[in-house]
């Protein structure tokens, strides 16, 4: 598994740079090669983390630096969803490049995007973990500036500022760690009891590093009828903030003993970024903003789902992830498109199926980890959180119709008369339609959990 994971990583990284060497004509031929060959590349883990569980590897660096990988449950489901939504938004992106003229070197930071939240998922040392957090930023900083005009480069700049005092704090949050234990390798800390001030550090730096999706769609200014690409580099923002949620469990969950000031802080800044991000994309009526409000508040129900700390509220959180990560993958395309093509009927069903989901609608796949967390949180006398999930789930409700009427239903000039392309119609409606397959089937993805995780 060690040299299937060696292909994983690097693979997308080698692709990258050919890329960026290739003729215009070649650049999305080898995207979409290497990004589907990325994705066969996870899958091919699959049976040898359902075979032994975990497979730890290890090699000196410096003194006190090692290059070290976990290859887990954990890791794997998120790896698989990512590298398939990567893959997903590959080729919807192709033909808007070629058709709106700006690859200008977006493809070959999609694809080096994608090897650094690969690293990220399999990494086991804390040291390189924040290394490729910060390559994966580094990544969607560049293609926001080059999805759009100077405004979106504005934009992306000061989210940009924001990551990096999100670093600031985890990098510092590090130091102390060190000073603690004398290693940033996960499976040497795997138990060990974090004190609060690096916990919290971590923690506020993981917070800055997730609303920095919000900066970045509040002073951007262009509508997303801007075209496919701009959307496109959103919903890339969009991705690498869930990634804070990941790292939260990777590190808080998994890895160290639970800090109870830590889940109490984690659990107060979670509802309050939930009910604030859903009351603002109430009120809001800019589509971009209101795609970002939504985010931070379903990675503030995954937080939350985490801090309950039991097998069935982690196991629920990772469903949810899945759920919401085909879901507003599914709106943000879907809007791309709409926008676009307000005569056409497949991107307004597509995002009805994403928003179902998002929303909780049974039988779709969001509906299950939602529900099964408030029955559970009742059932031990606390109303708080279902209340919270309920509230949020009715204000979604609103807004994201409120999203569908102004798009698909309102009545104006269609933008532009060409005939789009099927793959990029059948993407948004691919991630509609697992959503509803795998919400049918939810014994399909929790058998999976099952078969990965210890």
């Known amino acids: 598994m060690i040299n299937n994971l060696s292909i994983i990583i690097f693979l997308p990284l080698l692709a990258a740079y050919l890329v960026w060497l290739s003729s215009v004509k070649v650049k999305s031929l080898l995207t979409t090669v290497f990004s589907g060959l990325t994705l066969l590349a996870v899958l091919f883990l699959i049976p040898g983390v359902v075979k032994s569980k975990e497979v730890f590897f290890m090699k000196p660096v410096a003194g006190w630096l090692n290059l070290s ?8 489901f998120f790896s698989v969803v990512y590298s398939f939504v990567l893959f997903l938004i590959c080729l919807f992106l192709l033909r808007s490049i070629k058709a709106e003229g700006k690859e200008k070197g977006l493809l070959h930071w999609m694809l080096l995007f994608t090897g650094a939240l690969l690293g990220l998922a399999f990494c086991g040392n804390m040291f390189f973990l924040l290394f490729f957090w910060e390559l994966a930023s580094v990544c969607c900083w560049m293609i926001n500036r080059k999805s759009s005009e100077e405004k979106s480069g504005n934009s992306a700049d000061c989210a940009f500022i924001l990551n990096l005092l999100g670093f600031v704090f985890i990098a510092a949050g590090l130091v102390f760690i060190y000073q603690y234990y004398s290693t940033f390798e996960l499976k040497f800390l795997n138990g060990m009891m974090l004190a609060s001030t690096p916990a919290l550090l971590i923690f506020t730096g993981i917070t800055l590093k997730i609303l920095q999706l919000v900066v970045y769609a509040r002073k951007f200014k262009e509508p997303v009828s801007s075209g496919v690409i701009p959307t496109a580099a959103l919903l890339n923002t969009a991705l690498l903030a869930i990634v804070g949620a990941y790292i939260f469990g990777r590190l808080f969950i998994l890895t160290f003993a639970p800090n109870t000031l830590l889940l109490k802080v ?21 589509t971009k903003k209101i795609l970002a409000y939504s985010v931070i508040c379903q990675i503030g129900f995954i937080i939350l789902a985490f801090v309950i700390n039991s097998r069935l509220s982690f196991n629920m959180a990772l469903i949810y992830f899945l759920s919401f990560t085909l879901a507003s993958s599914g709106i943000f395309t879907a809007l791309a498109l709409g926008e676009q093509r307000k005569d056409s009927i497949y991107p307004a069903l597509a995002y009805l199926l994403a928003a179902f989901s998002m929303i909780g609608i049974p039988p779709f796949l969001g509906f299950w980890p939602k529900a099964i967390t408030e029955l559970t949180e009742i059932g031990t006398g606390n109303i708080l959180i279902p209340a919270l999930s309920i509230a949020c789930s009715l ?35 691919a991630f509609g339609v697992i959503s509803v397959l795998l919400g049918v089937f939810i014994k399909i993805p929790l058998n999976f959990l099952a078969s990965i995780l210890r």
Not at 400 to 428: D, H, I
Request: hydrophobic letters at 60%; charged letters at 20%.
């Open 69 to 76: 990988f976990v290859i887990d449950g954990f890791a794997l």
């Open 266 to 286: 984690a659990t107060v800044v979670s509802i309050i970024a939930m009910l604030s991000a859903a009351s603002s994309a109430f009120v809001e009526d800019n």
């Open 395 to 429: 204000f979604m409700l609103f807004f994201l119709f409120r999203l569908f009427n102004k798009v698909f239903l309102n009545k104006g000039e269609v933008k532009t008369k060409e005939t789009r392309e099927p793959v990029e119609v059948l993407v948004p409606l």
